[in-house]
């Protein structure tokens, strides 16, 4: 069965302080694809890093950065120096290919991040 | 570049009544279009998935329909509202099947 766990419900952190949000997952298959998104309270869902399960290379895009492990199957994710800006809920997700359309995203839970001044 | 819209933004309706839930995307054309609900506990679950026009298909039983009228408009509709109906909808749109979904801003339904 495909799924996504992402341990921690809830973080608190101090602004610049770096935070590492866990995210693991199951599959059977030996392709697949992993995406991260941020809801910030406004609600709408922003699209961060999509991974290919044949591509482990890790990933930098400015603060944030992502470490594929596949012999751990996890998929964390960085912020390094955080602000308040990024206080939002971080989904991990997979691609279902086993779900009706082949295409739907199995979500985890979500972590709550809050960033204080 | 690529828009995706959803109205209203918010919505209360008391139970039994139908619902009408709009998605339009702007910037693309032949997209891949999603409904997915965003349930109290944060856990997101895809309803509806539509290749094109007049092309559904349901990925859950439920109280729910959705139309596909338009290459770029995406409807959510019940005759008749649940309470378990509430929660927070959101559209999403994609190039093909297999590529980044990308979400719309979310109409958020409470039903009393």
């Known amino acids: 069965a495909q799924k996504v766990t992402q341990a921690q419900t809830e973080i608190s952190v101090v602004e610049k302080e770096d935070v590492t949000l866990d995210c693991v997952y199951e599959?059977?298959?030996?392709?697949?694809?992993l995406f991260w998104y941020k809801q910030p309270p406004s609600g709408e869902l922003v699209f961060l890093i999509r991974?290919?399960?044949?591509?482990?290379q890790n990933e930098i895009s400015g603060r944030y950065s992502w470490n594929f492990q596949k012999s751990t199957s996890s998929f964390n994710f960085t912020i390094t120096a955080s602000q308040v800006v990024d206080s939002a809920v971080y989904f991990c997700?997979?691609?279902?290919?086993?779900?009706?359309?082949?295409?739907?995203?199995?979500f985890g839970k979500g972590t709550s991040l809050l960033v204080t001044p | 570049s690529q828009t995706i819209h959803q109205w209203p933004a918010t919505l209360v309706q008391p139970v039994g009544s139908p619902l009408s839930l709009e998605c339009t995307v702007e910037?693309?054309?032949?997209?891949?279009l999603y409904w997915y609900r965003q349930a109290a506990g944060r856990g997101l679950q895809l309803l509806f998935y539509s290749v094109g026009i007049g092309q559904i298909s349901s990925e859950v039983p439920q109280n729910l329909s959705a139309s596909r009228p338009q290459d770029r408009q995406f409807i959510l509709s019940s005759k008749k509202l649940l309470l378990s109906d509430s929660g927070f909808y959101l559209c999403?749109?994609?190039?093909?099947?297999?590529?980044?979904?990308?979400f719309g801003p979310g109409t958020r339904l409470t039903v009393l």
């Open positions: 999403a749109w994609s190039s093909g099947g297999a590529d980044t979904q990308y």
């Open positions: 991974r290919n399960s044949f591509d482990e």
């Open positions: 599959t059977r298959d030996t392709t697949y694809y």
């Open positions: 997700a997979l691609r279902d290919p086993y779900s009706n359309s082949g295409y739907a995203l199995n």
């Open positions: 910037g693309t054309s032949n997209p891949n």
